[in-house]
Every structure is written in C-alpha cells, then in structure tokens.
C-alpha cells in the first residue's frame, strides 16, 4: 500500500456508505482527512474520533450542503485552513430519485444534477489551483456503472453520472502535464443507504422480503450476483491516489462485478 503520509483529502458525503470507506482507507494510508455530509452530529463526531483513534490522522467535518456553491467554496477553504492543502479530492456526494421521465418531479431533476454533478464542478474549480501550485493532485469522482450505461428511471441520475465522467475526462486533459490526475470510479451495486431506500421502495411494491429484493436487484445486473463493498471502492481510491497511479488519468474504472461486461 501507498505512503500518503502529509497529504490531505477532502470527501464529498463521507459521513455514511461509499464516502466513509473511502474515508477510512485513505486514513490508513495516512491522510488526513475532511468529512462533509449529512447526518446525526453525534455519530459524526464519534466517526471523526475514531478515524483519529485509529490512524492518528487529522480529521476535519463540514456540513456544507453540496447543493450550494457558496457552501462547497467554503468546505474547500476550511480544509485549506485545517490542513494546509487538498491533495486528494474525492466527489462521492450523491442522492437517487426513481421515477419514470415524464413524472420526474423538476426540483428532483435540480437537486439530483446539483448534487451528483454540479458540486464535483464547484469543488474541482476551488481546488485546482492550490493543487496546481503544489504540482500534485488526485481527483477521484465517484461516478456509477449509471455513467457508463443507462437503466430505466432514473434520468437525472443517468444524465449527472454520465456528466461526471466527462466532467472527469475534461479536467484530466487540462492539467495533463502539471502532476494532477482526475479518474472516475464507477461502482456497480454497493448496499448502502442509497440502496436500501431502492430496495425497500421495491419490496413493497414486489411483496417480497427485502433479503429477497434484494438477492433479486443484484442478481439482474450483476454477473457476480454480489454486492461491492464500501472498502473496497476505497482501495481503489487509495491506488488511484497513489504514485503507482500517476500516468492514469481521465478513465473510468469499473468496480461492478462485471456489470459492464455484459
Ligand atoms: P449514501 O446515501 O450512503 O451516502 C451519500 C452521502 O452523501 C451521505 O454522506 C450523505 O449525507 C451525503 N449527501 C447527500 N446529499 C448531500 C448534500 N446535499 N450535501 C452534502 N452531502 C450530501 O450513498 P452511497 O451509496 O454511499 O453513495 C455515495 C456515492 O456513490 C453517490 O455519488 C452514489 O451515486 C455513488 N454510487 C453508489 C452506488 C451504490 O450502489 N450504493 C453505486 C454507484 C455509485
């Protein structure tokens, strides 16, 4: 594994599922490390603490609400002032809405494409130049196998997560040559909130149990009939932050099971 030692990373929606394990694993590595998300301030807190406890990393929290620019400025600067630099910076907030195109409420639209989207543009565009002055930088969008191909209902989603990996091969091409890199995970199914809320919305509607529903949801896309794990995808966050991984920039990598082998 990579020395990180010195380095800090700022995590969009780290306060639960993909962002926390991506958060833990760039810890272990020795990254200090600024979580933003939503949540209860008692479990943030002792989330804060044990990442400290366990890595004897610096760690710092935001509310900012990724669905305001202003806010995502100032989560950007807060980790400026905390720790001196955002070496790494990880765009993994995200929310779903599921519904048919034509009855797609328009403030879902909004907020799904601010958040998934329109956040990763505002934090890149705070950060870059304090990566540029260093001639070092990471930027890891967490875009989804939805932005490599398309299901049914789920249009903002769809369009915001194909968005990210253009936004991410664009930004790779304009710092090429200054030692900062931008890639795109794009996770199959991990079972995290996001998707609880999916599978249960399923299951009543199905009538099944919801370990059921959910045997089902993963085994229609995913040739491994199995979900990813949080830590995993952090493992990967960890690798593309690494030295090892300073000549791949503008792709996405697949962590799906084999979802876009199909
Ligand atoms: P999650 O619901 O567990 O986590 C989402 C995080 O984003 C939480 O910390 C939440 O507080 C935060 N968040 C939501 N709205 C926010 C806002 N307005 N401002 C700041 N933070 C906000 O979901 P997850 O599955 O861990 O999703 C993380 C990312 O991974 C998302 O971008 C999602 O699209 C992507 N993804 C998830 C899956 C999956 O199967 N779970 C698959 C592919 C991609």
Not at 133 to 157: D, F, M, Q
Not at 186 to 203: K, M, S, Y
Not at 225 to 231: A, C, M, V
Request: net charge negative.
């Amino acid at each position: 594994m990579p020395d990180l030692k010195g380095k800090a990373a700022v995590i969009t929606g780290s306060t639960s599922g993909i962002g926390k394990g991506i958060a833990e694993r760039l810890a272990a590595q020795g990254v200090d490390i600024m979580l933003n998300g939503f949540g209860d301030r008692d479990e943030i807190a002792a989330l804060e603490a044990k990442i400290k406890s366990d890595h004897g990393v610096r760690v710092g929290y935001s509310g900012a609400d990724m669905s305001k620019p202003e806010e995502i400025r100032g989560l950007i600067k807060q980790a400026q002032d905390l720790f001196g630099s955002v070496d790494i910076l990880v765009n993994n907030a995200g929310i779903q809405n599921v519904s048919p195109v034509d009855e797609f409420a328009e403030e879902r639209w909004d907020a799904v494409i601010a958040i998934n989207l329109s956040s990763a543009f505002h934090t890149i565009k705070a950060a870059l130049p304090g990566m540029k002055e260093k001639g070092w930088g990471r930027i890891i969008n967490v875009a989804s196998a939805h932005g490599l191909t398309a299901s049914p209902n789920k249009s903002a989603y769809v369009a915001a997560k194909h968005g990210v990996v253009g936004l991410t091969k664009a930004v790779a091409l304009e710092v090429a040559t200054q030692g900062i890199t931008a890639n795109a995970i794009c996770p199959g199914w991990v079972l995290t909130d996001l998707v609880r809320a999916q599978i249960e919305a399923r299951a009543n509607e199905s009538g099944r149990s919801f370990d059921e529903e959910k045997r089902v949801l993963v085994s229609e896309k995913t040739p491994t009939q199995d979900f990813s794990t949080p830590e995993q995808i952090g493992d990967l966050a960890v690798f593309l932050s690494s030295d090892a991984a300073s000549q791949m920039t503008g792709a996405p990598y697949s962590i799906d099971g084999g979802w876009m082998a199909q």
